[in-house]
């Protein structure tokens, strides 16, 4: 029966945490598991009534009066039988050598684990608490406190009697001897006591003191906050976070308080140090045991409700918080109700918090069950994010911390996260994370293609498939090249031009859009499609004819990439049709693939696209279409006017008397004008301009091109009765034939438009010309005075004469060897010179000396030699 109702509570108790779960979206900081093995075995048949925590093993007191030494996994490692009743409380140094134990039949015990070393009294009360030195295997550290509700000790040197109590010190001397000393008494029971370092902690039924080891002084005295709560139901917990601040939880009050070193201007009699409460706050539950985690606390609160249907206040499950600690409040993290068995019947002082500093390990005491908790660790994390279904934060946090995580692999949470996305629907962003996901994993990547053919899903994941490395077996891509080929012709030319050729069997796929061009013969996709097949095939042939079919703009590029320029020279037509521009550059750039001649053998039935080959041709070289420049002259004229006198102009092999009969037919003025010019004709052409132009300006630039007096006779006499002609005479002729000329010839009574305007015009150049002679005038004359005036100076300048210097006619050393001889040297200023005696002797025509060499150069060759003789 009652092991049925304890099912009956567990699997409501599961029942409860599963909903709490599912209402709570915020990822927990701790995780949770039962200390089992021999825990399970001890709370079968007894109960758990205090515990301590040592980095290496844990001791557990229960309430048959046994102490129980565990490995962190819960197994037995040692059983003391200390008593046979309830263990109060167990107490280790920090070398985990020594223990301290009291019971509820007043026994006190210290002894060493691995020693014979040991203490033990028996006192007439209930002994509640004891601490043992932190540093007890220390020889001056030999040190203990304990206290309860009487204490018998008249053997030890006191006599008290009545309820007094007492916290006492125990010490050993150095005659191996335990002497007890009185720290407190009076103010109800001692029921918590903590040791740190050379201070020690409790709490009775008025607060909490704090005392000074060293200094024998007790530095403060922390009052209680709510008196009304029973100590013994309500008990305090205590908690050194380390050697100066102490936590204190008390019904559902927390303090932190910072131990302090007074100035020593202030000490008179004061202690040497002083508590300081930096934080103080309230929290909704009662506390029953404290823990510090970084700068935040871990808090065990003990939970009363009252049930909705009865009314009734009932004990509800504990809770661990979490919380960060403010000056006058604080902030809650996280917060966990905890399944311990049996809480329905556990007080608040049936609770106890316990933890492990090196660890992070947070031991959850109660009479039936012992609870660890722990931080949660990167593979917890990912747990809880797998179990919201958030596979993308879980991904990215394993790749991250992928060095640390121990139980899951990216690849794993990878797959779910696909096989998620799949069952979501969401088809495309599923088939985009197999590229990271996969990666380079062939055998994968082939597993997840069939999984999408069987949900009918290939095109969403033929974008991302990989090409290079890894490459799949030729059916996968062959299998989603038929797929798009029977519903999406589009996406089917795209994957061909994308996908590199040797993916496939490429004669399958050709041979598969063969027969669907059996039922659409005039699709340009499918064509287009086949074009590019037959290229990665290289059957350039096939594919060049669907491409000049399609008149595809690829096809240039094509010839060029694979030389097709021999299977060309019978579609020379078809390319020019399509883009004779590019057509045209390409059979100029390949002269010596397709000759000139087969070009223009095969345009000879389309003269229009000749002519843009020929011109082309043209303006590239002038002579290398020489012999069609006769033939051009048609093509021009009757394709392209505006082009043939530019070419009349830079042609030298057209024949001109042809040009000159085909421009005459067709009534080509300019282009006759120049013919006749060219021809030596220019009188003609005067007269043509003027006659079937009647364009003075243009006739006047004519002459002025000709530079011809002839010409302008020619032009005066035909203009001279023709007044508009005149006035452009008057107005451009100025600088080339005297005005006056024209002037004489001129009809007395004649009426010329602006004939006023070109007079002064023609006044304004001759002025304009005589300023510009007095200009230059002016300028040449000081250009003059200045070179003359360099040259003076030049000449006026020395010149050295030296042993290096040679004469210029016999070629010794113009200075003598013997320099008492006298000698006679010529220097120009040319910087040559001459012994005297080598130059010609003056005569009377020219009396003058010149230097010979530079004379020469301005006579010429021979001179010199010349000069020399006479």
Not at 276 to 281: D, L, T
Request: glycine share 4%; proline share 4%; hydrophobic share 35%.
């Amino acid at each position: 029966m009652a092991e049925a109702e304890e099912q009956e509570t567990e699997s409501l108790e599961e029942s409860t945490d599963e909903s709490e779960e599912e209402e709570s979206e915020e990822e927990p900081k701790l995780k949770y598991e039962r200390l089992s093995n021999g825990v399970t075995e001890i709370l079968q048949k007894d109960a758990a009534s205090c515990m301590t925590v040592h980095d290496k093993f844990l001791a557990l007191g229960t309430h048959y009066g046994k102490v129980y030494l565990l490995d962190i996994q819960g197994n037995i490692t040692q059983k003391f039988d200390v008593s046979p009743v309830k263990i109060n409380q167990i107490s280790l140094d920090e070398s985990g050598e020594h223990m301290g134990v009291c019971s509820e039949d007043g026994k006190v015990q210290v002894f060493g684990l691995y020693s014979g070393e040991e203490f033990h009294e028996t006192f007439d009360c209930p002994i509640k608490i004891i601490a043992v030195h932190p540093h007890f295997v220390r020889s001056s550290c030999k040190q203990f406190v304990t206290g309860g509700k009487k204490v018998l000790c008249e053997e030890h040197g006191t006599n008290t009697t009545g309820d007094v109590q007492m916290l006492l010190l125990f010490e050993r001397s150095w005659m191996s001897r335990w002497k007890s000393s009185v720290l407190h008494e009076g103010e109800g029971n001692i029921r918590s006591v903590k040791w740190r370092g050379h201070l020690i902690a409790w709490a009775n039924n008025m607060g909490v003191k704090i005392f000074d080891i060293t200094s024998k002084q007790r530095i403060t005295n922390v009052p209680r906050d709510d008196i009304s709560l029973r100590p013994d139901m309500y008990p305090c917990s205590l908690c050194w976070k380390d050697s100066v601040t102490l936590i204190i939880g008390w019904g559902t009050s927390v303090k932190v308080c910072s131990v302090k070193e007074r100035h020593a201007s202030e000490l008179r009699d004061l202690p040497s140090r002083y508590v300081e409460i930096v934080s103080q706050f309230e929290t909704e539950f009662y506390i029953s045991g404290l823990a510090p985690l970084c700068d935040q606390l871990v808090v065990l609160s003990y939970v009363k409700e009252v049930s909705e249907k009865t009314e009734r206040e009932y004990c509800a499950r504990p809770r661990l918080d979490i919380i960060q600690p403010l000056p006058e409040t604080c902030e809650e993290i996280s917060s966990d109700a905890l399944t311990v068995r049996g809480f329905q019947e556990n007080e608040c002082r049936d609770y106890h918090l316990e933890y492990s500093e090196g660890e992070s390990l947070f031991y959850i005491v109660s009479p039936r069950d012992v609870v660890v908790a722990k931080e949660r660790d990167q593979d917890d994390h990912i747990d809880w994010l797998l179990e919201k279904k958030k596979y993308e934060e879980a991904l990215m946090a394993a790749e991250i911390s992928q060095k640390n995580i121990k139980r899951h692999k990216i690849l794993d949470i990878g797959l779910a996260y696909i096989n998620h996305l799949v069952e979501k629907g969401e088809y495309d962003i599923a088939a985009r994370k197999c590229q990271k996901i996969l990666g380079k994993n062939a055998a994968l990547w082939e597993y997840e293609v069939y999984k999408f053919k069987e949900i009918g899903q290939l095109k969403a994941i033929s974008p991302y498939l990989p090409r290079g490395d890894p490459v799949l077996k030729p059916l996968i891509y062959e299998m989603i090249l038929h797929e798009f080929l029977e519903s999406d012709y589009e996406g089917f030319a795209t994957l061909i031009r994308e996908w590199p050729g040797d993916l496939y069997n490429n004669s399958v796929i050709v041979q598969a859009v063969r027969d669907h061009l059996k039922k659409d013969s005039q699709n340009r996709t499918l064509l287009k499609t086949l074009a590019e097949l037959y290229t990665y095939d290289k059957n350039y042939g096939n594919a060049l004819e669907i491409y000049l079919t399609l008149r595809h703009k690829d096809v240039f590029q094509l010839i060029h990439k694979h030389n097709l320029f021999s299977s060309i020279k019978d579609k020379i037509v078809l390319l020019m049709d399509f883009d004779s521009e590019k057509a045209v550059d390409m059979l100029l750039d390949n002269e010596d693939k397709i000759s000139i001649k087969k070009v223009v053998e095969e345009l000879e039935d389309r003269p229009e696209l000749q002519h843009v080959y020929l011109h082309k041709l043209f303006k590239r070289d002038h002579h290398k279409g020489q012999r069609y420049h006769e033939k051009q002259i048609s093509l021009y004229a009757e394709y392209d006017r505006p082009n043939l006198l530019p070419f009349l102009r830079d042609s030298t092999h057209c024949p001109l008397e042809k040009a000159l009969e085909i421009c005459q037919q067709r009534n080509f003025v300019e282009e006759t004008v120049y013919l006749l010019s060219r021809m030596g004709n220019s009188r003609s052409a005067l007269k043509m301009i003027m006659e079937e132009l009647h364009d003075v300006d243009k006739a006047i630039e004519f002459a002025k091109e000709q530079d011809d007096g002839e010409l302008w006779e020619d032009l005066i006499l035909y203009s001279i009765d023709k007044p508009p002609f005149i006035t452009g005479l008057l107005n451009n002729i100025g600088t080339h034939v005297d005005p006056i000329l024209l002037i004489h010839r001129i009809k007395e009574g004649m009426e010329i438009p602006n004939l006023r305007d070109s007079l002064v015009k023609i006044l304004q150049d001759y002025n304009l010309q005589i300023l510009l002679r007095e200009g230059c005038k002016k300028i040449l004359v000081a250009d003059s005075l200045s070179l003359l005036k360099k040259m003076h100076r030049t000449q006026m300048k020395g010149v050295l004469v030296d042993e290096e210097n040679i004469c210029e006619s016999c070629l010794s050393p113009i200075l003598p060897s013997d320099a008492a001889k006298p000698f006679s040297v010529v220097a120009f200023h040319c910087r040559h010179m001459f012994h005297k005696e080598c130059l010609p002797v003056p005569s009377m025509n020219s009396p003058a000396q010149f230097c010979g060499i530079c004379s020469a150069k301005h006579r010429g060759p021979g001179s010199a030699i010349l000069e020399m003789k006479k």
